[in-house]
């Protein structure tokens, strides 16, 4: 009887640790419908408009992102502790040591981390998490479909350089407003 209950007991404690530990999938599928947050589901195809100017190299690279998660919590009158709480929840998950930091940009109004999972050699998913703690954050999360680190630097350098036509995804420049 004493086995039992100390298998009971060592199995409930697996469950809870197991249950218990976050990840940035869970987190987006919680606040899918919450409406504090702003969602967007994008396409990378609509990235490739009439208006895009990236190369054939950038192309194929776009190529291997299946898809693209943005949300955005924006700071409004009454929602700051909301935003402390969430921000930290994904700051907590983001620093899991399953997401390798590819670059941290930090100034005194804003900070951008740009991290990704996978291998050297292939990016499961790169996740872009800005924050500005008097407008709120966005993070964008980008799904890789054998997507090399060679493509992903392509693809930073057409964003950079303005080569991506953002005209197809409506909506995005009103995330701060």
């Known amino acids: 009887m004493m086995k039992m209950q100390t298998i009971l007991i060592f199995l409930s404690a697996v469950m809870f640790v197991s249950c218990g530990e976050k990840s940035l999938q869970k987190y987006l599928v919680e606040k899918q419908d919450d409406p504090g947050f702003l ?3 994008v396409s990378p195809s ?9 190369s054939k190299e950038s192309e194929e690279a776009l190529k291997s ?7 955005a919590y924006p ?3 009454g929602n700051q ?14 620093s899991d040591n399953r997401y390798q930091e590819l670059t941290r940009i930090k100034n005194q109004e ?6 990704y999972t996978g291998t050297d050699t292939k990016i499961d998913e790169v996740i872009v998490y800005g924050v500005d703690d008097s407008r709120g954050f966005a993070l964008f999360r980008l799904l ?4 090399k680190p060679g493509q ?7 964003v950079s350089q303005g080569d991506i036509d953002l005209s197809g995804i409506t909506g995005l420049e009103e995330i701060f407003r």
Do not use: H, P, R, Y
């Open 75 to 77: 700071v409004k009158e």
């Open 81 to 94: 502790e909301d935003f402390i709480l969430e921000k930290t929840e994904i700051e907590s998950i983001l």
């Open 110 to 115: 804003w900070s951008l981390n740009v991290s």
């Open 152 to 158: 992903l630097s392509s693809i930073i350098q057409a």
């Open 46 to 54: 609509l990235l490739q408009g009439k208006e895009s100017k990236m």
């Open 144 to 147: 890789g479909n054998n997507l």
């Open 39 to 41: 969602k967007m589901d």
């Open 65 to 71: 992102i299946k898809k693209i998660n943005v949300i």
